[in-house]
C-alpha cells in the first residue's frame, strides 16, 4: 500500500513549486523530499514533474494526481486538527534576504510583533538572488537588479539609499570643511587623505563609487579599518576618531544625537534604488506585505 507522507509529499510540491520549499513547509530534508518523490512515482508509474533549475512542473498525470487526492487530503488535515494529532498549527513562514545592518536596524525592533515565522539570511546580495531565484528565499531587499529571462522575481522599488561621508565627533574637520566652502576638490582630497577611514569588508563598492563620482578617479589608498559590517563602523566613529562613507538611513539616528556628524554629501549624489524582489509564485503574500509595509514606513 502507498504511504500516506508521500502524498503529502506530493501536494507540498505541487503547490510550493520546489524541493526546497516543500522541504521547509514539510520541517523535512530536501533529500528525503526527493525520496519520497521517486517512491511515489515508481509506486505510480508515472513520471509527476518535469524537473528544470528552478521549478518542479507538474506533468498532465500529476495535475490528474493531485486534483483526484486533494480533497481527501485537505480532510485528512481537518481530522487531524479536529483531534489535536499536532502539536500546535503550523504558521506561515518567509525566508528573507538582506544586509545585516538593515536586518537589525528596520526588521529587528518588529518581529515581536510578527505573527507569522521569519528566516533571515545575511549575505553578498548576488549570493541572496541566487537562493531567491532557487527558492531558498521568497523576498531580497537589494540595490541590484537582475534582468533574467523567464525569471519568477519581480522588482519593485522602493526607496533610495544617499552614500554620504561621516565623521566622529572628535574628528577635527575644521580643514575639510574650509576646501569644501572653497570647492577646492584638489586640496579636500589631500586632507580627506590624512584622516583615520573605516570601510566595511561587505560595502567596499560604496567607498570606491562614491570617491569615482566625486574626485573622477579610483581611491588611491586603503582604510585603516575594514570591518565585518557599517553597524560595526558607526559604533566605532560614536564620540570616536574617523571618516567613512555609509548609507545615509542607517545614522541618521547617530547624527541626531551628535553622537558621529555629517560632513559631506558629495558634490554628485551616489545613491542606490532599494528593490522588494521577491518570486511571483509565493504563497504567503499577506505576510510578504507585512515586511514591506515595515520597510516603506521607516525608510519614507
Known amino acids: 500500500m502507498v504511504n500516506l507522507e508521500w502524498y503529502r509529499t506530493f ?17 523535512a530534508s530536501q533529500p528525503g523530499v526527493s525520496v519520497h518523490l521517486n ?4 509506486y505510480v ?15 498532465e498525470d500529476g495535475k490528474f494526481l ?3 487526492i486533494i480533497e481527501s487530503l485537505k480532510k485528512l488535515e481537518i481530522a487531524e486538527q479536529h483531534f489535536k494529532k499536532t502539536t500546535q498549527e503550523k504558521n506561515p513562514s518567509l525566508n528573507i534576504g538582506m544586509c545585516s545592518e538593515m536586518f537589525q536596524l528596520i526588521i529587528e525592533p518588529e518581529i ?3 505573527d507569522f515565522d521569519l528566516v533571515a539570511r545575511f549575505g553578498a546580495h548576488t549570493d541572496l538572488i541566487r537562493d531567491l531565484n532557487n527558492g531558498i528565499l521568497d523576498l531580497v531587499i537589494t540595490p541590484k537588479k537582475q534582468n533574467e529571462k523567464k525569471s519568477l522575481v519581480e522588482y519593485i522599488p522602493f526607496s533610495k539609499e544617499r552614500i554620504v561621508l561621516i565623521a566622529g565627533n572628535k574628528t577635527n574637520v575644521t580643514k575639510i570643511q574650509k576646501h569644501l566652502k572653497s570647492n577646492d576638490l584638489h586640496k579636500l582630497e589631500n586632507e580627506l587623505l590624512q584622516n583615520i577611514w ?3 569588508s561587505n560595502e567596499m563598492e560604496h567607498f570606491r563609487r562614491f570617491w569615482f563620482e566625486n574626485f573622477n578617479k579610483k581611491p588611491a589608498f586603503k582604510p585603516n579599518y575594514i570591518l565585518p559590517n557599517i553597524t560595526s563602523i558607526i559604533r566605532c566613529l560614536n564620540n570616536g576618531n574617523g571618516l567613512a562613507l555609509v548609507p545615509d538611513f542607517l545614522c541618521q539616528e547617530q547624527i541626531i544625537r551628535n553622537e558621529i556628524s555629517l560632513v559631506w554629501e558629495g558634490k554628485v549624489k551616489t545613491e542606490n534604488t532599494l528593490y522588494f524582489a521577491s518570486r511571483t509564485d509565493l504563497k504567503y503574500k ?3 506585505d507585512t515586511i514591506k509595509n515595515i520597510f516603506t514606513s521607516k525608510m519614507k
Open 11 to 27: 501536494k507540498e510540491i505541487y503547490e510550493n513549486g520546489t524541493l526546497t520549499k516543500a522541504s521547509i513547509a514539510l520541517y
Open 39 to 42: 517512491a511515489l512515482e515508481a
Open 45 to 59: 508509474g508515472k513520471k509527476l514533474f518535469e524537473r528544470t533549475s528552478r521549478k518542479m512542473i507538474p506533468t
Open 66 to 68: 493531485y486534483e483526484y
Open 112 to 114: 515581536p510583533k510578527l
Open 198 to 200: 573605516y570601510s566595511s
Open 286 to 288: 499577506k505576510e510578504l
